[in-house]
């Protein structure tokens, strides 16, 4: 049966009612469902007791593995439109920033939306989203997957149990979209980011973007090893890691590949996300480690400059967004890296002078309204955070900023592993109470494909209080996917 998309690029703003700020009334309070640019969670944060101060965060997690359950599996063969292979297996999405132009197409008047996908003319428009892109949805499904696993990972380790609703459904998700053989996604991306109209019919290098989730996903898979979950079986991981090699041989050999690690900007990082992530599901760490030293000693030292602006991402036409969206990208291949060789330290590499922490330093300087961003504000506050939790924050500027833009860190999902940031003293917010050893009993979690309605918990008990007062009003946002 198709799932139900969860929309990754959709933005909310909410704010705490003016009766709520004069009542001082508490406010239980999970953050609005986050999707991340990309991330990579160390398992290592996942081991032990949890700090009291990542209640909140946890409950997030919680809610959003639910969430994403009830939306759940996902597969590339649901979409309505066969690939030009023929192949409901074939993973395809439109290029996003595609138009038709049916001036010189006949009779455009009679078109059926088949015959202008294929004879009308495309024309590129930066940054401006053809709507239509939905219409195949393989994209939005892998970023709904990636995230559900990466969830519903992490609430498996908030029970002392080596089986869990949770882990059976993150290893459900991977099943239906990578392992099953009526629902498994073919390892290549020969129709990603397809160009459209009479000279198209084909994927382009920027298309490799649309699977850099798996950063996510090797996370889930790093856990669920890490913690011997009984459902994350031998057999599919072997599975799994042979599924991988043969993407990984795909990544390393076809012409578009190829296109996007040659890539100098945005391409390129998230190329180096996407590979380094497989690697390590295949157990290579020593080919994690090369891509992330070739990164790091490659591409990125072109990318910064000395004053921490990214020139190749602010001349496009939304500065604010690319510039994020990058840094998420250099904040994860550092991650892997450090992962991959714990002795690496390339945090403090620098392009010409500067470091990510010049990048956000630089980026908390911008105003997003000044190129009409301010939608996508929340973009920010993630970076923010690792850059703080990384390079430390003995000025406690990251904190001022975290709080003076009235986001909820404390009780946002990535808090669990903006580590030490999160575990010490530095902390934006106030965090929740006390956290039991086994939080989350089993009747309260929502199983796949349940009726519960998106974006609620009712079965949660949510332990970050948010007091309403004027000096903070909850601003959340959605990041874009």
Not at 9 to 25: D, H, K, M, N, P
Not at 323 to 350: H, V
Not at 446 to 469: F, H, K, L, V, Y
Request: glycine content about 8%.
């Amino acid at each position: 049966m198709p799932s139900r998309f969860r929309p990754c690029s959709q933005r909310t703003a909410l704010y705490f009612g003016l009766s709520l700020v004069l009542f001082a009334q508490p406010i239980l309070a999970t953050n609005v469902f986050t999707c991340y640019a990309n991330d990579f969670v160390d398992p290592s944060h996942t081991v032990g007791q949890y700090a009291a101060n990542l209640a909140g965060a946890q409950d997030t997690i919680v809610a959003w593995a639910n969430e994403m359950n009830s939306y759940g599996p996902w597969s590339v063969t649901y979409k309505p439109v066969l690939p030009p292979s023929g192949l409901k297996h074939d993973y395809m999405s439109w290029a996003p920033y595609q138009w038709p132009d049916c001036s010189k197409a006949g009779n455009t008047t009679v078109l059926t939306p088949e015959q202008m996908w294929k004879t009308c003319a495309y024309v590129f428009r930066d940054g401006q989203v053809n709507p239509d892109r939905t219409t195949i949805n393989d994209f939005q499904s892998f970023f709904n997957l990636s995230d559900a696993v990466l969830y519903n990972s992490l609430a498996f380790t908030f029970q002392s149990q080596s089986s869990s609703v949770y882990s059976q459904n993150a290893v459900k998700f991977i099943r239906a979209w990578f392992l099953d053989s009526a629902t498994a996604m073919n390892p290549n991306l020969n129709y990603a980011q397809m160009n459209r109209g009479p000279n198209g019919q084909h994927g382009e290098y920027t298309g490799i973007l649309d699977l850099r989730g798996f950063a996510k996903i090797a996370s889930g898979i790093l856990i669920l090893r890490q913690h011997g979950s009984s459902d994350w079986t031998a057999d599919i991981d072997s599975q799994m890691g042979a599924w991988c090699q043969q993407y990984i041989n795909w990544l390393q050999t076809a012409p578009t590949a190829l296109q996007a690690a040659a890539a100098k900007n945005n391409h390129g990082t998230f190329y180096v996300n996407q590979l380094a992530a497989l690697k390590l599901i295949v157990n290579d760490t020593a080919g994690a480690t090369t891509l992330g030293r070739g990164y790091f000693g490659g591409i990125y030292k072109g990318q910064i400059s000395s004053n921490g602006d990214q020139p190749m991402e602010a001349s496009r036409t939304r500065p604010y967004h690319y510039r994020n969206f990058n840094i998420a990208g250099m904040i994860t291949n550092a991650r892997l890296l450090k992962y991959a060789d714990p002795t690496s330290n390339d945090w403090n590499t620098t392009s010409n002078g500067a470091t990510i922490q010049t990048a956000i330093d630089f980026l908390m300087t911008t105003n997003p309204s000044a190129t009409q961003e301010s939608n996508v504000t929340a973009e920010i506050y993630p970076n923010v955070a690792a850059v703080a939790a990384t390079y430390g924050d003995s000025t406690g500027k990251y904190v001022a900023f975290l709080n003076t833009s009235g986001f909820p860190y404390a009780s946002d999902a990535s808090f669990l592993w903006d580590q030490p940031l999160a575990g010490g003293s530095d902390q934006p917010l106030v965090g929740g109470g006390n956290r039991s050893s086994n939080p989350i009993s089993e009747a309260s979690a929502a199983p796949a494909s349940s009726s519960q309605a998106s974006g609620t918990s009712g079965s949660m008990r949510p332990s970050m209080m948010i007091w309403a007062t004027f000096g903070l009003l909850g601003i959340f946002g959605w990041r874009l996917c």
